[in-house]
């Protein structure tokens, strides 16, 4: 293992980490906030945060303090990286509801979570804006060295052999769990950049925790993109703290539609021939561009 590469220790630490993980004990009150990577996360984590505000009484943190990364280590510090505890280790401690963000794929979640049936919100993207946001992201971090240009990374993730593996497996997955389960919810980006109260009102309602008209708007104006990348609280590039030593922009664009910088009309052709083939009878589908209301 070559210890300066974050993103190849990560995935080892990940691995490292997964039996205990899978042992986890899970609160039924908990919250699960799930995505293939740059899907949303965050602002979806953000708007869960503030719903739950009056349950909260640490909200003073960044989002990034406050929320722990279920598979992530608690710090960056690369010498050490093969003994740095997880974020999950600080689970046990959380008063509930306890909000939870992860990237893992089903099988590797808790156990637990069959038995307590925590409510789940998982975030999908359309894959060519994912795609791209990955890129810039990944990009940005130590540990990608071969995935640097863009048709490198744009193979990988058609093949499913990038960092976090395939986005049609992570996304058709939670997909099928999702459609006939009162306790997951399913979001779209898209959906979520085109409608931001309806977004908001949705997951208040999913989490049954009732808004007053006041509170929804505040809500809202707190999410759009220019609020959170002027928050230190949301956007770590503002934040001083541990995070911050990863040299990326959280904060991007916020698009939908950017994947039209990046692909070209042959990348363009062959991915619209991979997506139908994959999303084939799932009744799944996204919007690639940006919604004109
Ligand atoms: P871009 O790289 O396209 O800008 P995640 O939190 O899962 O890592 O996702 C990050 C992506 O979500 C980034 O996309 C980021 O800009 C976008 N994002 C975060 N908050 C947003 C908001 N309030 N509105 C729109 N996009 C947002």
Redesign the pocket.
């Known amino acids: 293992m070559d210890p300066n590469k974050l993103g190849y220790a990560h995935e080892i630490i990940l691995k490292q980490y997964l039996p205990d993980i899978a042992n986890l004990e899970i609160r039924h009150d908990d919250v699960f906030v799930i995505?293939y990577?740059?899907?949303?996360?965050?602002?979806t984590?953000?708007i869960v945060c503030q719903i739950f505000k009056e349950d909260r009484n640490n909200t003073d943190k960044s989002i990034f303090e406050e929320i722990p990364y279920l598979e992530f280590p608690q710090g960056h510090d690369l010498a050490a990286i093969d003994t740095i505890p997880g974020q999950y280790e600080l689970l046990d401690i959380m008063s509930s509801p306890r909000v939870i963000k992860s990237h893992l794929k089903p099988h590797n979640l808790p156990r637990d979570m069959k038995v307590k049936a925590p409510k789940v919100i998982y975030?999908a993207?359309n894959p060519k804006?994912t795609a791209?946001?990955a890129y810039?992201?990944c990009k940005l971090l130590p540990g990608f060295p071969t995935l640097e240009e863009w048709p490198d990374f744009f193979e990988h993730f058609c093949k499913g052999t990038g960092p976090r593996g395939s986005w049609f497996e992570h996304v058709l997955t939670y997909w099928k769990q999702s459609r006939n389960d009162p306790n997951k919810l399913f979001l779209k980006?898209e959906d979520?950049?085109k409608d931001l109260k309806g977004a908001v009102s949705t997951i208040s309602e999913f989490l049954e925790r009732s808004l007053s008209e006041a509170s929804l708007d505040l809500i809202v104006n707190n999410?759009?993109?220019s609020?959170?990348?002027s928050n230190p609280k949301?956007n770590p590039d503002l934040n001083p703290g541990e995070l911050n030593k990863i040299p990326a922009?959280?904060?991007?664009?916020?698009?939908v539609g950017?994947w039209k910088n990046y692909f070209t009309v042959a990348q363009n052709e062959s991915f619209d021939v991979l997506y139908t083939e994959k999303l084939r009878g799932s009744d799944l589908t996204f919007e690639f561009e940006p919604s004109h209301l």
Not at 37 to 43: F, Q
């Open positions: 995505s990577p740059k899907s949303g996360t965050t602002w984590l953000h975030v993207r804006d791209v946001s810039n992201f980006f979520m950049k999410s759009t993109f609020a959170m990348r949301t922009q959280f904060f991007r664009k916020g698009k950017d």
